[in-house]
């Protein structure tokens, strides 16, 4: 702080130096710590202002209908899962602006878990919804979690990537969506309770419990782990919604099991039910995920479960090509960047999907196999400026998929 006289007054209020506690100098003007404290109470209430003005605009303009019509542009098929993700959005955003009425009615949070085989979609879902929210929106990862104590993240990085989604605003980021990935990763190992410390997996489960009910949570503002010395933001998780989801790869065992031993409260009767044994997922209830692995305190506090179902050859030969960031889309623009047009003849879009189904690698599986397919074509194209046409054929497709021996991939 500079040097006052006596003269100096704020030039705000005109207090004196001897009135207040603190008198700051800047270029030519004066402001006391009255004014301070009053100049950052309006900016705080115009902010908070225009916060709830954006939820308001947000409420009016995406209505479920209407986020669901965005999600079918980018993804195909999953009609159920798109359903449950757009009303749990829309009722995030009239969560977020609801007034405690004098029947004291409040409304909580359904956190979501979405289940379904690799490479169906979830990951994708969650993507896309993010880009048409007006809320801080995050994607993590499970993988990395590990008890407290343990090589590797605590679960309290979770709320620090949506801090940074938020430019670490915290009011904001109390207003979230966090996407939780490959959260059956961290199941336990067996149906039993562990009495020794489950690294990874049920002492994970056991710290996500207070951060997905809702609670004060301190966390460090750069990641990693808490030590003492460290400077801690405390972040409320009541009005944060949560999204999880997980492949469970093994589920449709425990949901066959059940299925057919017919288990109270889900019987299933042979005369009138016929069971879709291509899509068991269909079928999944929160018992299964019970005896995956899953520990039912976190079960409980995950009350929405929704499936995706597998994809079919319908359903990624349209993905192949109608969405509006689909792959073959995307080769084109690659291509038009060298001033190259590239033409797939239909057969070839057709062996894609084949393979794609035959090694069992979903949506995943056909980028894999177009990168195949046109390795030596993207290597070769930008040396190459007299061609300005690209036609890939079926024997083309075959024989540069032949050269890159996808065998060792083949599901047994």
Do not use: W
């Not at 009609?79 to 909580?108: F, P, T």
């Not at 409980?300 to 179902?309: F, Q, Y």
């Not at 995307?330 to 239909?346: M, P, R, S």
Request: negative net charge; proline residues 3%.
């Amino acid at each position: 702080m500079a040097k006052q006289n006596k003269e100096s007054r704020c030039s705000f209020c005109h207090s004196g130096k001897h009135e207040t506690l603190m008198l700051i100098e800047g270029m030519d003007a004066f402001i006391c710590d009255k004014c301070v404290t009053q100049a950052n109470q309006l900016l705080a209430q115009e902010l908070g202002t225009k916060n709830t003005k954006n939820i308001q605009d947000a409420i009016s303009l995406l209505k479920p209908l209407e986020i669901k019509q965005h999600l079918d542009q980018y993804v195909i098929g999953q009609d159920d899962a798109k359903k449950v993700l757009s009303v749990a959005v829309y009722n995030h955003y009239k969560r977020l602006n609801q007034k405690v009425d004098k029947d004291e009615i409040e409304i909580e949070k359904s956190n979501i878990m979405l289940v379904g085989e690799t490479g169906t979609g979830k990951t994708l879902l969650a993507k896309t919804i993010a880009k048409i929210l007006h809320v801080p929106f995050c994607i993590c990862d499970a993988t990395v979690l590990t008890e407290a104590g343990y090589v590797g993240e605590d679960v309290e990085s979770i709320l620090t990537r949506l801090l940074q989604a938020a430019d670490y605003d915290v009011a904001a980021a109390e207003r979230g969506i966090v996407y939780i990935d490959e959260v059956d990763k961290v199941a336990r190992k067996s149906d039993n309770p562990s009495i020794t410390r489950d690294v990874s997996g049920e002492g994970v489960q056991q710290a996500l419990l207070k951060i997905l009910e809702g609670t004060v949570v301190n966390v460090p503002p750069q990641g990693g782990r808490k030590h003492p010395d460290q400077k801690m933001i405390p972040v409320n998780t009541n009005n944060i919604l949560f999204i999880c989801g997980g492949a469970f790869d093994g589920i449709e065992r425990k949901i066959a099991n059940r299925l057919r031993t017919q288990a109270v409260g889900y019987k299933v009767k042979k005369d009138d039910t016929v069971l879709d044994l291509k899509n068991l997922y269909k079928y999944i209830t929160p018992q299964d995920l019970k005896s995956f692995g899953l520990i039912p305190e976190l079960i409980g506090r995950i009350p929405v479960l929704s499936h995706l179902n597998p994809l079919d050859k319908e359903s990624l030969r349209n993905i192949l090509t109608a969405p509006k960031n689909s792959l073959i889309k995307q080769y084109v623009k690659l291509f038009a960047y060298e001033e190259v047009d590239l033409l797939f003849e239909d057969d070839v879009l057709d062996f894609i999907v084949d393979k794609a189904m035959e090694y069992k690698l979903g949506a995943r599986g056909l980028r894999s196999i177009c990168e195949a397919i046109m390795l030596d074509a993207m290597f070769d194209t930008p040396t190459q400026t007299d061609v300005k046409e690209l036609h890939i054929n079926l024997d083309y497709a075959i024989e540069k998929f032949e050269k890159a021996d996808f065998k060792k991939l083949q599901a047994a």
